[in-house]
């Protein structure tokens, strides 16, 4: 994610710094509610898998599309399409829509 000092006018630093509390916000919702300790890689599969879970990411973080929320979280960790656990979900729905 963009360092915060690399914005030169101040809404810009107000408002980078806002979404970043408010995703943090929703992490530590998302490990309180599922009573354990999450990784992002974790978090993410969450929002891809439950559509409930995506909703309820959007609305914290006010994000109007999935998209937007699905390219902020690879923003904030630009390391999570590493994830084994992350690549064997995505390729386990391209093969299901590839056999509709």
């Known amino acids: 994610m963009n360092d915060e000092t690399t914005h030169q006018i101040p809404i810009d630093r107000i408002c980078l710094r806002e979404s970043k509390d408010l995703f943090i916000s929703f992490c530590t919702l998302i ?17 891809l898998k439950e559509k409930k879970v995506m909703d309820l990411y959007k609305s914290i973080c006010e994000f109007e599309t999935d998209f937007e ?8 960790d630009s390391s999570l399409h590493k994830s084994k656990y992350i690549k064997k ?3 386990s729905q391209a093969k299901k829509r590839g056999t509709k």
């Open 89 to 91: 979900y995505l390729n």
């Open 69 to 76: 929320g699905v390219k902020y979280f690879l923003e904030y």
């Open 31 to 47: 490990c309180i509610l599922y009573n354990k300790k999450l990784n992002l890689a974790n978090i993410f599969l969450l929002l």
